[in-house]
RNA sequence: GUCCCCAUCGUCUAGUCAGGUCCAGGACACCGGCCUUUCACGCCGGCAACACCGGUUCAAAUCCGGUUGGGGACGCCA
């Protein structure tokens, strides 16, 4: 097989959102289909009509989008292709490899529940495996409503593959039930639908969650009647909580979702990076790659067997999700190119209604300056319009601790800083070395440490307690601002 | 309960397939120090793991068996 014909597919169910598992899924699929200069079909699983609407799959989709993550083909819609799975299900039942099940649903539920009670190995027993013909004839001519089961074969014997990450896995027979492929309404179900989308869309490699596993034997079955050679199988390690729980909205709610991360000021390839080193290492020690390295780097061999930990603790103060996360992103925020930072933070301040176009016209140099000044302290692109607001509007808010540390604990300051003031306004032009000379001037005149009128001035003009060096502050920052919230200062005793 | 899978620092992991170079390496988090007008970045240092028991071997995190623990599946869901 030549690497181009590598095609692997991602499936997703629509459900309004797309999960943090479901994109390390498409994360895998996508990276192996572009290493092996491969296709990704993306195949949106709708054939449970309810949970189908038009905006749950736009949820999959514009999260997909957001990440970076393109698609060759598709979005196929399995709806779609009910006629196929129909037929494939007459296939069977022509050939013999599946057969009519006249078993009541109550009647199947009873026995499973007292096959709980008494603590035992529930299968289906079989009942309607043989059948007459007659019988089956007459039944169906009465109107009884049956499901269709798939005929496993009987006796020695299993279903073997080798699994591109958890090696060789073997079921025999005996532990695998004559399982329904259509239901008493004439639906096909997933197992078979799957298998007959997979063999349509000349599906190579099935990268699927662990999950998957004990689906696969059955569906192995499936193409073996089929006819068709089964695909290559890969399975990986699931992403669990701290008490090894899944994840999922219900109990862990928005952050397992990723239009979260956008809306907590993620960039997209942060994402990506974090999540895919959940269960993933290119065998030494990297840990940032561009999508290009990324690429290049991938393997399924480098897949962990054990499931991942996402390290998310509810409530907590310090991080809203994972710490990791927020450090990868951290990183990226303050390396990447200011030109390419300022294109994402620009919809961040728009929302917040506190963006000027001239940061793309004649302010943009300073717009530019402004991100490299305070970027090194923040975490996500939020921090910009939150932190950061002070930068780009008057109505910020003084940080408690500001206040109190660097304000109010030096009364003093209610003139000093209006005095600072006058000193820079005195001077022609305000550059960090007369900012830093009047300002250690000033700290002189009254015997103080020079700290303590600039980090009163650092209070009253950025509204935080840290920031990037006060003199360059003083010189970045538009004069008339920076006066004027100096002469504010009495405001906040 | 049955079947399948897994097991290295708190978390993500390297090392396991080809046993010795591993009294176990990196990253995040945490703690300390340096730098500094502040904080962060950066740098330096610290804390911290081979689940347990047995076997094979001159030698085991690495191989084998068992125990324990964890996860998944067991739907006329996908």
Redesign the pocket.
Same mark, same amino acid.
């Given at each position: 097989m030549s690497t181009s014909d590598v095609r692997v597919r991602f499936?997703?169910?629509p459900t309004g959102y797309l999960h943090i598992g479901g994109a390390r899924t498409a994360i895998y699929n996508w990276l192996f289909a572009r290493k092996h200069g491969g296709k990704m079909v993306l195949r949106i699983?709708?054939?449970?009509a309810d949970?189908s609407t038009e905006d749950s799959i736009r949820g999959i989709i514009d999260g997909l989008e957001w990440l970076g993550l393109d698609w060759d083909e598709g979005p196929y819609f399995?709806s779609a292709y009910a006629a196929e799975h129909a037929a494939a299900a007459e296939r069977l039942l022509a050939q013999g490899n599946a057969y009519k099940?006249?078993? *009541?649903?109550e009647e199947? $539920?009873a026995r499973?529940e007292a096959?709980?009670k008494a603590?035992?190995? &529930?299968?289906?027993a079989g009942t309607c495996r043989d059948l007459s013909p007659e019988e089956v004839a007459s039944r169906e001519a009465a109107g009884a409503?049956?499901?269709i089961r798939f005929k496993v074969p009987r006796g020695e014997g299993g279903v073997a593959f080798k699994?591109l990450v958890?090696?060789?896995?073997?079921? *025999?027979y005996n532990?695998i $039930?004559d399982?329904?492929v259509?239901?008493?309404?004439g639906?096909?179900? &997933?197992?078979l639908?799957?298998v007959v989308d997979d063999i349509r869309d000349r599906i190579t490699h099935v990268i699927r969650?662990?999950?998957?596993?004990?689906?696969t034997p059955r569906q192995i079955l499936l193409y073996r009647a089929l006819d068709v050679e089964p695909p290559t199988f890969a399975?990986m390690?699931?992403t669990?909580d701290?008490?090894?729980?899944?994840i999922s909205k219900r109990s862990h709610g928005e952050v397992v979702a990723v239009q979260f991360y956008r809306e907590q000021g993620f960039i997209p390839w942060a994402l990506v990076n974090f999540l895919v080193?959940?269960?993933?290492?290119?065998?030494?020690?990297r840990?940032i790659f561009s999508p290009e390295e990324l690429i290049e780097a991938f393997s399924l061999?480098?897949?962990?067997?054990?499931?991942?930990?996402?390290?998310y603790r509810k409530d907590d103060p310090?991080?809203f999700t994972?710490?990791?996360?927020?450090?990868?992103n951290?990183?990226y925020l303050?390396t990447m190119p200011v030109a390419q930072l300022a294109e994402l933070v620009k919809p961040v301040l728009e929302r917040e209604g506190i963006w000027d176009a001239a940061y793309e016209g004649k302010k943009r140099q300073w717009f530019e300056r402004t991100l490299e000044m305070t970027r090194?302290?923040?975490h996500t692109l939020k921090d910009f319009a939150t932190l950061g607001r002070a930068w780009f509007a008057d109505d910020f808010t003084i940080d408690d601790k500001a206040r109190q540390k660097?304000l109010l604990k030096h009364p003093q300051l209610m003139e000093w800083l209006p005095e600072l003031a006058d000193r820079l306004e005195a001077l022609p032009i305000i550059t960090?070395e007369e900012a830093?000379r009047v300002a250690r001037e000033l700290a002189e005149t009254h015997g103080v440490?020079?700290?303590?009128p600039?980090?009163g001035?650092?209070a009253v003009i950025t509204g935080?307690?840290?920031?990037?060096?006060?003199?360059?502050?003083f010189a970045h920052l538009d004069r008339d601002t920076v006066i004027r919230r100096l002469r504010q200062a009495p405001e906040y005793f």
């Open positions: 499936p997703p169910s699983e709708d054939t449970d949970r399995q099940c006249f078993c *009541s649903k199947l $539920e499973r096959a709980v603590r035992a190995d &529930y299968r289906y409503p049956y499901v699994d958890y090696g060789g896995i073997e079921r *025999s532990d $039930e399982f329904v259509v239901r008493s309404n639906q096909p179900l &997933y197992l639908c799957n969650g662990q999950d998957g596993l004990t689906n399975h390690p699931l669990l701290l008490n090894k729980a899944k080193l959940l269960g993933w290492s290119p065998g030494d020690d840990e061999e480098g897949i962990n067997k054990a499931n991942s930990i996402f390290n310090k991080f994972d710490p990791k996360a927020i450090n990868i951290a990183h303050r090194e302290r923040f660097n960090p830093e440490k020079p700290g303590i600039v980090n001035a650092r935080q307690i840290k920031g990037p060096s006060m003199f360059e502050v």
